[in-house]
Nanobody, 129 residues
Framework: QVQLRESGGGSVQAGGSLRLSCAAS????????MGWFRQAPGKEREGVAA????????YYDDSVKGRFTISQDNAKNTLYLQMNSLKPEDTAMYYC??????????????????????WGQGTQVTVSS
């Protein structure tokens, strides 16, 4: 049974850092495209970052480039999102997602929700000014 479990969310002040984790079970996460999405109240869920199998290539939304880093620990079957220089507009529920239908992220579609067929329950990130 495939499961994704996020952790690491919390409340921080602007300029602070958090590291989100997504523990995957039931499959080998290093073999598939993995992504992070977020959803703020009243807004659509949006793609934040994604990583290809083996970490060969990663993708980022323009709003987080240079501040967030997506990575994997293959031994632990865990996906991470290191978030630095956090801003109030980063406040959202953050979700981990997996595309188990394809072997790699689809370059122009990595941030489309319908590409991913497994989702975690989310972890809340709140950034105060």
């Amino acid at each position: 049974q495939v499961q994704l479990r996020e952790s690491g969310g919390g409340s921080v002040q602007a300029g602070g850092s958090l590291r989100l984790s997504c523990a995957a079970s039931g499959y080998n996460s290093r073999s598939y495209c993995m992504g992070w999405f977020r959803q703020a109240p009243g807004k659509e869920r949006e793609g934040v970052a994604a990583i290809n199998p083996g970490g060969v290539r990663s993708y980022y939304d323009d709003s987080v480039k240079g501040r967030f880093t997506i990575s994997q620990d293959n031994a632990k079957n865990t996906l991470y999102l290191q978030m630095n220089s956090l801003k109030p507009e980063d406040t959202a529920m953050y979700y981990c997602a997996a595309d188990l239908l394809r072997g790699s992220c689809i370059g122009d579609y990595w941030n489309r929700k319908y590409v991913y067929n497994y989702w975690g329950q989310g972890t809340q990130v709140t950034v105060s000014s």
